[in-house]
T-cell receptor, first 117, second 108 residues
Framework: GAVVSQHPSWVICKSGTSVKIECRSL??????MFWYRQFPKQSLMLMAT?????????EQGVEKDKFLINHASLTLSTLTVTSAHPEDSSFYIC?????????????FGEGSWLTVV | AQRVTQPEKLLSVFKGAPVELKCNYS??????LFWYVQYSRQRLQLLLR??SRESIKGFTADLNKGETSFHLKKPFAQEEDSAMYYC??????????FGQGTELSVKP
């Protein structure tokens, strides 16, 4: 069964509104989760590392005020796209590393399609 | 700098033909390398990782540190192998750096 679950699978929102995407670790507690963004037929780009109980670590070029990440519990991280614009339309994927240290098994969520109109 | 390069955006072969999807990496340290596959409308899933040295669905990949490569190979492609393939590199903690991806199209 699924180890990581994302919700919603797809969402359409109006330009200027905010939308929240949830990532849940179902089988184990995850102190760290990762958020990626994928444009159609393109690679996954790491956006940020979500750390339970502390601030997320954002990759260069990713606006932290635009993409708010909250990792309030060991099984849930949320990504909120604030004041969404059409260029934010993309496929957002979270992942969780199982176990500890390098050599983890990494599980991906099913992804969330965001369309901003 | 950490980087993964997949030079081919699209690879088209006929069923039964050999397949090689190229991957080169740049990493200052001991990398851990993976191949992920994404079938149409499905989530990304792990195909294989270099430390396990296994063969999954007939695919193999050998880490060549001299050439900094981790090419994915299969001797006889099947139609069901058609998918997007991503080479990825991991440091500590599960953070992955992905290549641009190669779309494999296996024609009947």
């Amino acid at each position: 069964g699924a180890v990581v679950s994302q919700h919603p699978s797809w969402v359409i929102c109006k330009s200027g509104t905010s939308v929240k995407i949830e990532c849940r670790s179902l089988d184990f507690q995850a102190t760290t989760m990762f958020w990626y963004r994928q444009f159609p037929k393109q690679s996954l780009m790491l956006m940020a590392t979500s750390n339970e109980g502390s601030k997320a670590t954002y990759e260069q070029g990713v606006e932290k005020d635009k993409f708010l990440i909250n990792h309030a519990s060991l099984t849930l991280s949320t990504l909120t796209v604030t004041s969404a614009h059409p260029e934010d339309s993309s496929f957002y994927i979270c992942s969780v590393a199982g176990g500890g240290g390098s050599g983890n098994t990494i599980y991906f969520g099913e992804g969330s399609w965001l369309t901003v109109v | 700098a950490q980087r993964v390069t997949q030079p081919e955006k699209l690879l088209s072969v006929f069923k039964g033909a050999p397949v090689e999807l190229k991957c080169n990496y740049s990493y200052s340290g001991s990398p851990e390398l993976f191949w992920y596959v994404q079938y149409s409308r499905q989530r990304l899933q792990l195909l294989l990782r270099h430390i396990s040295r296994e063969s999954i669905k007939g695919f193999t990949a050998d880490l060549n540190k001299g050439e900094t490569s981790f090419h994915l190979k299969k001797p006889f492609a099947q139609e069901e192998d058609s998918a997007m393939y991503y080479c990825a590199l991991s440091g500590w903690g599960g953070k992955l750096i992905f290549g641009q991806g190669t779309e494999l199209s296996v024609k009947p």
